[in-house]
């Protein structure tokens, strides 16, 4: 994908908002089953289904017949190939003649004691983005928080601490609430990749238990 070509209008557009409401509507079809206990993988998994069958109902608006979505979809670069290729969690894709836009989104669990903030914001998530494993030449991406445990604004407050403190992050614009979509629970910030081109990363928090549990 070349690096020159512009997206930020078409993400500013419609793009973000468009996939984002596919993750709403892939959360929503889900909410109602026990998650708290599942792995990343998992939830993933069940998410990415049922967006899939948003996408082939004949309830949903006209415009999102030109979607797809990709679930553990290999990435390219970093000199790997075959088995060895890291994979996306999510890529919705917007299918078109040329470039196509493409929306990805990395994912983990955010729980007490087992799945904290740090592995979040390191290797295994943020900083794929800061070193453009992911989402290399598009202006923007996402990553989910799935919440097994504690509320939105703990782990927010959580991912504030350690923007403080892991320089790696190169935080332009620091994290902040941005609404949307009302349905979804979204912050943003900014981060300057490695080859000097920004990024700007949506902060989605994902309920993943039952409030009534």
């Known amino acids: 994908m070349p690096h020159t070509y512009n997206w930020t209008s078409v993400y500013q557009d419609y793009f973000r908002q468009d996939a984002l409401q596919l993750l709403a509507w892939g959360h929503q079809d889900i909410c109602s089953q026990r998650l708290d206990d599942l792995e990343e993988t998992d939830i993933t998994g069940f998410i990415s289904e049922a967006i899939d069958k948003r996408l082939q109902s004949l309830s949903i608006p006209d415009r999102f017949d030109r979607y797809a979505i990709k679930e553990d979809n290999p990435s390219t670069g970093e000199n790997r190939t075959g088995k060895r290729r890291r994979r996306l969690d999510l890529v919705i894709e917007r299918v078109q003649s040329g470039p196509r836009p493409r929306y990805t989104f990395e994912a983990k669990r955010l729980r007490h004691n087992s799945h904290n903030m740090n592995q979040y914001c390191g ?37 504030k601490e350690v923007f403080a403190s892991d320089s790696r992050l190169n935080i332009i614009k620091p994290l902040e609430k941005q609404i949307v979509l009302r349905s979804l629970d979204t912050w943003v910030s900014e981060h300057l990749r490695l080859s000097s081109n920004p990024i700007t990363i949506y902060h989605v928090m994902l309920l993943c238990y039952l409030k009534n549990q």
Request: proline share 3%; no cysteine.
């Open 123 to 159: 290797d295994e998530g943020i900083l794929r983005f800061v070193k453009e494993v992911y989402a290399t030449g598009y202006p923007e991406a996402a990553m989910i928080g799935y919440l097994q445990s504690d509320s939105a604004i703990y782990w927010i407050e959580k991912m």
